[in-house]
C-alpha cells in the first residue's frame, strides 16, 4: 500500500503539472463519478464517527489497504487514469499487467516445486501465494486477468500456430494452473463465474463464431483440473490410486483433534465471523463502528460459538466476507454506497462496451469489454467470502477506466505553448507538495521499517537491541498505540533482566518506563482490546518485581471483558489472577465462566479443577478432570496425576 501511496502522489503532481502546462482544466466526466463520491462521502463519515479514527484513516496496522486514504488513492487513480491514458497507453497497461502476472505465476510454479519451503512456516506446496503473502489473494487476483486472455485469444482468428497466436493460450494455462496450486475454493468459484459470464456474451454476440476457442481454451483448463485436481475434484492419479487402495483395504479413518486433521472447515468459522459481522452491524446500523475497525469491534458481538473452532484465539480484522465488512464498518449508508458503486460499474462497462466506435465498426461490443465484465463479476465473487487486497483493488477501481478509455475517442495532443514565468512557478509548487508528501509516505514507511527490526530483535530475546529500534520508530510515528505496546513489552523484559541482575535503580525506571507506554498504547487506541492484552501482560510480569501489580492486571482485564465479554483467553487469565491474589471464590466463579464460553479449553478446565481440590470439593473436581481425559486430551499426564491423587 506504500508503493500505491506514493504512485498516487506522483501520478496526482504530473496530472496537476499537465493541467497547469495546457492552461485547462483536464477532467473526463463519467457516470460513476457521482457514485463514487457518495461512496467517499459515506467513509468519510464513518471515519469521523469512528471508534478509533487513526485506524479508519490509515487502514489496520499491517494491512493499511481498506483505511480511507487507500480509497481516496483508488479513486484518484480511477480519475485520473480515464483522464491522462489514451488507447494505446490502455493497452500498453495491460499487457504489462498480465507479463507481470506471468512472473508471478512461474514464481508460484516454483514454489509449489518446493522453492522456498523451508522460508515460510505454512505449507507453501499445498496452497502456493508467491509474491501476494496469501493463497486466496492470488487466486482472486489471476481470476481477474484469465478473461483478458480469452479477449486476446479470440482477437487471433485466424489460429495460425505462431508465438503471438499461441501466448493466450499459454497464459491461460499458467494462470489456471497456479489458480489450481493456490488450492483457494473462492477463487475458483470466481473462476466458474467468469467463464460462465465471459462465454456466454460471447455467444450470445457471435453465436458460434468462436467455438473453436471455446473448445480449445476449455480443453486445456479440464486437462490442467484433470492433471492435478481442483479443491473440488480429484486428479486421475488419485482417483486411479484410490481403486488400487479399495481393492487391497479400506481407507482408514482420520482420528486425532481437530488440528492434527486440519483444524475447523473453514466454512464453519465464516458463519460464525460473519453471524458477528451482522450483530455489529445491527448496534450500528447507520454509519457502523468506523472504517476499517473490524478488529476490535468484532470482540463485543464474537459468538460464543467462536471459541470451539481452532482459530479461538486469532485476531480477525475482517469479516471475511466484503459485504458484511462494510455493513459493521460502514452501516447501512456505507453498504448501500458500496453496491450502488459496484452496480453504476457495471453498467458503465456494458454500455461502453455496446457503444459504437469508429475505429472498431465491426466490434458492436468488444471482446475486450467481455473480459472486464467477466474479470469484475469475479471479484464480486471472491469479495463474498473475503476480502480484497492491493492487486485486486486496482482492478476493481481501474476495469471501469479501461471500458472508458477503450470505448471513447481518444483527443488530439496540441502543442503547448513553452511554459511562462508562472507557471513555472506552479509547476515547482506542485512538484515540491509532492516531494513533501512522498517524504512524509516514506518516514511512515520507514517507522514500520524499525518497528518491524525492533520486533525481530525481541523475538529472539534481544531487548538491548530491540529497544532502540522501537523508540525511534515510536518517536516518527508518536500516534501508532502499537509501537508504545511493544515498547512496553521491551522496556518489562529489561526490567525484568536488571532486576535479577541486583540492580535496583535501573528496574525502577525501566518498571515505569514500561508502565508509561503500556498505558500510552491503550490511551491511544481505547477501542483495541489487544492493547489491553498488552497492558495486562506487563502487569503480570512485573508482578515478579513487585506483586501489587497483578492488582492493576486485575483491573485491566475486568475493563477488557467488557470489550470482550464472549473472550474465553481473558476470563481464564482473570481467574488465574484471582487466584495469585488469595480472591479464590471470585477464582472459582471466573473459571466456571471460563469453562461455560470454551468447554474445551484443558488448561482452564484443569486450573478449575486444582482450585476445587483446593476447596475440598473432590467430587466436582474428579468430574472436570475425567472431562479432560474423555473429551479433551487422553493423555493429560497432569490430568491423571491429579486425579489419581483425588481417588
Not at 457502523?288 to 479461538?312: C, K, Q
Not at 458484511?324 to 453496491?339: K, Q, R
Not at 525506571?509 to 492493547?531: D, F, H, Y
Request: charged share 15%; aromatic share 14%.
Amino acid at each position: 500500500m506504500i508503493l500505491v501511496y506514493i504512485l498516487t502522489t506522483l501520478i496526482l503532481a504530473t496530472w496537476l503539472i499537465r493541467i497547469i502546462l495546457s492552461r485547462k482544466f483536464i477532467f473526463r466526466r463519467t457516470i460513476l463519478d457521482i457514485p463514487l463520491l457518495i461512496f467517499l462521502g459515506s467513509q468519510f463519515i464513518s471515519t469521523l464517527l469512528s471508534i478509533d479514527p487513526l485506524t479508519s484513516w490509515f487502514g489496520y496496522y499491517s494491512r493499511f489497504n481498506g483505511g480511507l486514504l487507500s480509497i481516496i488513492s483508488y479513486l484518484l487513480l480511477y480519475w485520473a487514469f480515464v483522464s491522462n491514458v489514451d488507447k494505446p497507453g490502455a493497452k500498453k497497461i495491460i499487457n504489462t499487467t498480465l507479463w507481470s502476472a506471468v512472473f508471478v505465476s512461474i514464481y508460484g510454479v516454483l514454489e509449489r516445486l518446493g522453492i522456498d519451503k523451508d522460508v515460510w512456516q505454512q505449507d507453501v506446496q499445498s496452497r502456493v501465494f508467491s509474491t501476494l503473502g496469501q493463497p486466496n489473494w492470488l487466486a482472486a487476483w489471476l481470476v481477474t486477468l484469465i478473461p483478458i486472455t480469452w479477449a486476446k485469444g479470440l482477437h487471433k482468428s485466424d489460429f495460425k500456430l505462431n508465438f503471438n497466436s499461441l501466448v493466450p493460450y499459454f497464459l491461460t494455462s499458467l494462470f489456471f494452473t497456479v489458480l489450481v496450486f493456490t488450492g483457494s475454493r473462492s477463487g475458483l468459484l470466481g473462476f466458474c463465474l467468469a467463464e460462465i459470464v465471459f462465454w456466454g456474451a460471447i455467444f450470445l454476440k457471435s453465436r458460434s463464431t468462436h467455438i473453436r476457442e471455446f473448445f480449445v481454451f476449455n480443453i486445456l483448463i479440464l486437462a490442467i483440473a484433470g492433471v492435478f485436481g481442483t479443491q473440488y475434484t480429484p486428479s486421475i492419479f488419485k482417483i486411479i490410486d484410490s481403486k488400487k487402495v479399495d481393492q487391497v483395504t479400506a481407507a482408514p479413518q482420520a482420528t486425532g483433534t481437530a488440528l492434527e486433521t486440519g483444524g475447523t472447515e473453514s466454512t464453519t468459522i465464516r458463519k460464525i465471523v460473519w453471524q458477528g459481522a451482522l450483530e455489529i452491524w445491527e448496534k450500528y446500523p447507520i454509519f457502523g463502528t468506523g472504517v476499517e475497525t473490524f478488529a476490535y469491534s468484532y470482540y463485543s458481538s464474537r459468538p460464543i460459538a467462536h471459541n470451539l473452532t481452532t482459530e479461538w484465539d486469532f485476531i480477525y480484522n475482517k469479516a471475511h466476507n466484503e459485504y458484511l465488512n462494510f455493513m459493521a464498518n460502514s452501516g447501512t449508508v456505507g453498504i448501500l454506497a458500496y453496491l450502488a458503486m459496484i452496480g453504476f460499474s457495471i453498467y458503465l462497462i456494458v454500455k461502453n462496451s455496446l457503444r459504437k466506435n469508429d475505429n472498431d465498426q465491426a466490434e458492436t461490443w468488444p471482446t475486450m469489454s467481455i473480459a472486464f465484465i467477466a474479470g469484475y463479476v469475479s471479484i464480486l465473487a471472491t469479495n463474498f467470502f473475503g476480502f480484497s487486497v492491493v492487486p485486486v483493488q486496482i482492478i476493481f477501481y481501474l476495469y471501469p477506466a479501461f471500458s472508458v478509455v477503450l470505448a471513447g475517442t481518444d483527443s488530439k495532443d496540441e502543442k503547448e505553448p513553452s511554459p511562462n514565468s508562472n507557471q513555472k512557478i506552479l509547476n515547482w509548487i506542485v512538484a515540491s507538495g509532492a516531494a513533501v508528501i512522498v517524504f512524509f509516505i516514506c518516514r511512515y514507511w520507514y517507522a514500520d521499517y524499525l518497528y518491524a527490526t525492533g520486533s525481530n530483535y525481541n523475538k529472539v530475546n534481544r531487548q538491548d537491541l530491540a529497544v532502540n529500534y522501537i523508540f525511534d520508530a515510536a518517536k516518527l510515528e508518536p500516534n501508532q498505540s502499537i509501537y508504545y505496546g511493544e515498547l512496553a513489552r521491551t522496556y518489562t523484559n529489561l526490567a525484568l533482566a536488571y532486576n535479577e541482575a541486583k540492580q535496583a535503580t535501573a528496574a525502577s525506571q525501566l518498571t515505569e518506563a514500561a508502565i508509561e507506554n503500556s498505558v500510552k498504547a491503550v490511551n491511544l487506541s481505547p477501542a483495541n482490546v489487544n492493547m489491553k492484552r498488552i497492558e495486562f501482560g506487563v502487569f503480570v510480569m512485573l508482578s515478579a518485581i513487585d506483586p501489587n501489580y497483578l492488582l492493576n492486571a486485575r483491573d485491566v482485564l475486568l475493563v477488557a471483558i467488557k470489550q470482550a465479554p464472549t473472550d474465553a483467553k481473558l476470563f481464564y487469565n482473570l481467574g488465574l489472577i484471582y487466584s495469585r491474589i488469595g480472591e479464590n471464590d471470585l477464582a472459582l466463579q471466573t473459571l466456571k465462566k471460563t469453562v461455560d464460553l470454551k468447554s474445551n479449553y484443558k488448561e482452564a478446565r484443569l486450573a478449575y479443577a486444582i482450585l476445587l481440590i483446593d476447596a475440598e470439593k473432590k467430587s466436582e473436581a474428579k468430574n472436570e478432570l475425567e472431562y479432560i481425559l474423555t473429551n479433551i486430551d487422553p493423555t493429560d499426564s497432569l490430568s491423571k496425576q491429579y486425579l489419581e491423587s483425588i481417588r
